[in-house]
């Protein structure tokens, strides 16, 4: 599972943290169904592996799924793809391919009444590439303004879970681990469908419009033994796909235009930094250090997200302009 | 870079078939040749031995997007794909397969998992009947190739990534915008084109992957995303919005690994979908837009017979 506490404020780009806040629970809970229409638990057992049934393996597959179950440790995403345009009554657009990654660490807690829990922080860069070089892009020309702009790319400083997520929720409900088994594989799938006030809009977004609106898509895959061996803390093999549907990004300034941004991506956990795909391992290390190691485990910051880290960029141009 | 020896390998791996795993000591594919690449993608999306049943399933959900409201969920979904290939090996063209499918997929309550068979439309509050996705056939128009038609290898490495244990492949999308047979003959001055982005993305075993004795990707994982507009059983009109469909699956080795809902909704309403077409089937595809046309037209001469 991938969705982070989120709220109207804070919302990420993207996270591949662990829980679902309670006003998005129906439409988990109906995933989750489909979850469980398939072999919810695979028919095969052994007694000391961990069970989905039980709160308290739930949580530890979440996590599996999310980090490692050893604190501290670090686990590295990374995904590449392309983000295309839908404006209608033309066809889709390929605007730009993309490399992503996310550098992350799980710790743990424990509450006398909720039972064990664990919570990640991370941090988190995305590439826009030119779709044809692959060359990471530096200024784009919008081709419906006609527009040169500069290219900010994702740069999500953190992107946590607000809060540990337990063994039990705050209301008494157990862990659940959603996910399926099938041929010795294990997956969860779902979905973020974000709504709340844009940070880079007004203070009347209910009656004038212009709310941030995206949804968020994972799937993540790994072997079902491993997921369920409790003696493996990190799984070894774990593939992604992400997906993401939204309004345009604020840097394509694009104002009120009709039209979405979609992006589609495959990906998979790797070992280290070095493992990353050129140019995003070169590009990180030299402009972005901050994002080599994830944050500490205790980092209370607020959430970063494209629109977010967008205004302060607008917001200190502004400012040095005298605006 | 290939030998000559491990060409010729490959070629006769690819001629005796059937037989290819028998002998376990040949050359891996290579990764940078084309020919190899549509090998590797040809053990993906079905066999290199020819006529080999493969069967796809996936589940997930279907999304509203409408602008000014928090996306609703409408379905989950289950779907399925009975898929064949012919493959051979052109002098030309190289390495060529063509696929042949038949693919269901079911829209399902969200609350109660039941195959959905009315729908209200929360926004026009009209309650219509669901059909089904049901298409039959799901072809390759034509030959795929290694080649293009002067010889000249055509590179698909972008959309393959060869990591670890690990061969992930897609990245890409199918941008579909075309004449909507569902609409008028000046689309071009009003619109209602047919508009609709499909991606996959597919993880499977590095290894197997390049062994050239293996014929098939059989654990082959899949991610499947789909937007479009709204699906024409929605009735929906000219409103403003779009589906989103979002989908997990794999290869599976029989019909008995489907999920229950899929198998008996097969069994009792569209049989012929638990094989695939004949591998020369030349029939025109089916879409969810021409199998509703033949929907609504049916109903339409059963309603008004003097029409």
Redesign the interface.
């Known amino acids: 599972m991938f969705i982070s506490r989120r709220s109207a404020s804070q919302s990420s780009a993207f996270v591949f943290a662990a829980e679902v806040p309670s006003s998005r629970k129906?439409?988990f809970l109906?995933?989750a169904?489909?979850a469980a229409?398939?072999a919810a638990v695979p028919a095969t057992r052994a007694a000391d592996m961990l069970d989905p049934a039980k709160p308290e393996d739930a949580l530890l597959l979440n996590r599996k799924m999310t980090c490692s179950l050893e604190d501290g440790q670090t686990v590295i995403h990374w995904w590449?793809?392309?983000m295309?345009s839908?404006v209608?009554?033309?066809?889709?657009?390929?605007l730009f391919?993309v490399q992503g990654m996310n550098i992350r660490q799980c710790g743990s807690f424990v509450d006398p009444k909720r039972g064990p829990g664990f919570r990640s922080v991370s941090r988190e860069v995305m590439l826009y590439l030119d779709p044809q070089t692959n060359e990471v892009l530096r200024r784009w020309k919008n081709p419906w303004t006609g527009e040169e702009v500069e290219v900010i790319h994702v740069a999500n400083d953190p992107v946590n879970m607000r809060a540990p997520t337990f063994a039990f929720g705050a209301d008494g409900k157990p862990a659940v681990f959603r996910g399926?088994f099938?041929?010795?594989?294990a997956?969860t799938?779902g979905?973020a469908?974000l709504?709340y006030d844009n940070p880079l809009a007004g203070d009347y977004q209910s009656y004038v419009?212009n709310?941030y609106?995206a949804?968020e898509?994972l799937?993540s895959?790994t072997d079902a033994k491993a997921l369920l061996n409790p003696a493996v803390r990190t799984l070894p093999?774990v593939?992604i796909?992400w997906?993401r549907?939204s309004d345009w990004i604020p840097w394509m300034k694009m104002g009120g235009r009709t039209g979405?941004i979609?992006f589609?991506?495959?990906?998979?956990r790797?070992?280290s930094l070095e493992?990353l795909?050129e140019p995003l391992r070169s590009e990180l290390k030299a402009n972005y250090p901050a994002y080599l190691v994830p944050p500490p485990l205790d980092d209370s910051r607020p959430n970063e997200t494209s629109w977010t880290y967008i205004k302060k960029v607008v917001d200190s141009r502004r400012a040095a302009k005298g605006d | 870079m290939r030998t000559l020896t491990t060409i010729t390998a490959a070629a006769l791996s690819l001629l005796v078939a059937g037989t290819a795993s028998a002998a376990g000591t040949e050359q891996p594919l290579d990764p940078a040749n084309a020919d190899d690449q549509l090998r590797i993608q040809v053990k993906m999306s079905c066999s290199l031995v020819e006529g080999t049943p493969t069967l796809y399933w996936w589940s997930g959900r279907v999304w509203a997007r409408v602008p000014g409201e928090p996306n609703r969920l409408l379905f989950n979904v289950h779907g399925m794909n009975m898929r064949q290939c012919r493959v051979k090996q052109d002098p030309v063209r190289g390495f060529c397969y063509r696929s042949v499918s038949r693919e269901v997929m079911f829209y399902l309550d969200p609350v109660t998992n039941e195959v959905a068979r009315r729908w209200k439309s929360p926004w026009s509050g009209e309650e219509v009947d669901v059909v089904h996705v049901a298409n039959d056939p799901v072809n390759a128009r034509d030959w795929y190739c290694s080649r293009d038609k002067d010889g000249k290898p055509v590179d698909r490495s972008d959309n393959l990534s060869f990591k670890d244990d690990l061969l992930l492949e897609g990245g890409g999308a199918a941008r579909l915008f075309y004449k909507s047979p569902l609409a008028g003959e000046y689309q071009d001055y009003v619109g209602g084109t047919y508009h609709a982005m499909e991606f996959g993305t597919s993880a499977a075993s590095a290894v197997e992957a390049l062994d050239a004795g293996d014929s098939e990707l059989q654990d082959t994982l899949i991610s499947w995303v789909r937007i479009s507009r709204w699906l024409p059983w929605m009735k929906m009109g000219d409103r403003d919005g779009l589906v989103v469909f979002h989908t997990a699956g794999m290869r599976l080795d029989s019909w008995e690994q489907l999920p229950e809902v899929v198998r008996r909704e097969v069994d009792t309403r569209y049989p012929s979908y638990k094989a695939p077409p004949p591998l020369d089937d030349l029939r025109p595809n089916e879409t969810s837009w021409t199998v509703f046309k033949k929907f609504i037209d049916e109903r339409r001469a059963k309603e008004s017979p003097s029409n």
């Not at chain 1, 209608?88 to 390929?94: A, F, K, L, T």
């Open positions: 129906t439409s109906a995933a169904a489909v229409l398939m590449r793809g392309s295309l839908r209608p009554g033309e066809r889709d657009r390929v391919n399926s099938v041929k010795g594989k997956w799938s979905e469908p709504w419009g709310n609106h949804m898509m799937n895959f093999s593939s796909s997906a549907v979405i979609v589609n991506t495959v990906g998979m790797v070992a493992d795909s």
